[in-house]
T-cell receptor
Framework: AQSVTQPDIHITVSEGASLELRCNYS??????LFWYVQSPGQGLQLLLK??????LVQGIKGFEAEFKRSQSSFNLRKPSVHWSDAAEYFC???????????FGTGTRLTIIP | GAGVSQSPRYKVAKRGQDVALRCDPI?????LFWYQQALGQGPEFLTY????????KSGLPSDRFFAERPEGSVSTLKIQRTQQEDSAVYLC???????????FGQGTRLTVV
């Protein structure tokens, strides 16, 4: 069965500092991996996705993520966070195409001035 | 509309009451998903449609939950005899035939009192 672990429930960083959110997955085949962001009262917005090819993927809002098969990880990074990045971040895995996603429990990001 | 639309945004139901939650997917999107997001958790898959066919309902927690998409566009998630544990945000997502990205609505927050 597929699963996603986001080990950090809550992370606090200073505005302008770098950010890394961790995601580990368990999946029997080549996974399709996603990072979504959810602001309070909002739905999920896709930040980036990985299907194949280059293991470093670029997304919206200056985010990037690196797929490391050997570590079963897909960590999300941003070199300099902005106050508007404060939100809940979810990593998800799926078999690809029109198939259901399995989400992690999320990491809440707080930005301090 | 340009995005996935869900209604109502908020619903308060008395325990034992039936509720119906509506999802308008992006026009032309073949696939439609329902997820349940409990407080502080990641979304969990409920059911999946391809056009009007319900291909996977393995995530529906009980036979009180029922979903339909009779004409392959709008979908309704119905919960009969609501219980307190049904309190959650219900998210709808749709994707096109290539299926690489699911677009989420803002969700319906259901509170059972």
């Amino acid at each position: 069965a597929q699963s996603v672990t986001q080990p950090d429930i809550h992370i606090t960083v200073s505005e302008g500092a770098s950010l890394e959110l961790r995601c580990n997955y368990s999946y029997g085949a080549t996974p399709y991996l996603f990072w979504y962001v959810q602001s309070p009262g909002q739905g999920l917005q896709l930040l980036l996705k990985y299907f194949s090819g280059d293991t470093l993927v670029q997304g919206i809002k200056g985010f990037e993520a690196e797929f490391k098969r050997s570590q079963s990880s897909f960590n999300l990074r941003k070199p300099s966070v902005h106050w508007s990045d404060a939100a809940e971040y979810f990593c998800a895995v799926g078999p690809g195409g029109n198939e259901k996603l399995t989400f992690g429990t999320g990491t809440r990001l707080t930005i301090i001035p | 509309g340009a995005g996935v639309s869900q209604s109502p945004r908020y619903k308060v139901a008395k325990r034992g009451q039936d509720v119906a939650l509506r999802c308008d997917p992006i026009s032309g999107h073949v696939s439609l998903f329902w997820y349940q997001q409990a407080l502080g958790q990641g979304p969990e898959f409920l059911t999946y449609f391809q056009n009007e066919a319900q291909l996977d309902k393995s995530g529906l927690p009980s036979d009180r939950f029922f979903a339909e998409r009779p004409e392959g566009s709008v979908s309704t998630l119905k919960i009969q005899r609501t219980q307190q544990e049904d309190s959650a945000v219900y998210l709808c997502a749709s994707s096109s035939t290539d299926g690489f990205e699911a677009f989420f609505g803002q969700g319906t927050r259901l509170t059972v009192v």
